[in-house]
């Protein structure tokens, strides 16, 4: 079966959205950017799987700074 263009638009908007967010948390937490709203847009790319090691990653960092 033939991929139609909508499904393959599909797919490459999920990627290049979740390229997006990756990069986007990764400079969040090179920055030690922990403001309330990054952990929330954090959450967030939880919450809809995308980018979860690294939404993981600045969380676990906020919460170590947090509590030192």
Known sequence: ?????EAFAERWAA??????ARGTLEWLWREDCFDPWALDLAMRYID???????ATRLLSEAAERGGS
């Open 48 to 54: 809809r799987n995308v980018a979860v090691t690294d």
């Open 15 to 20: 990627r290049i959205a979740a390229f997006l």
């Open 1 to 5: 079966m033939t991929p139609t263009p």
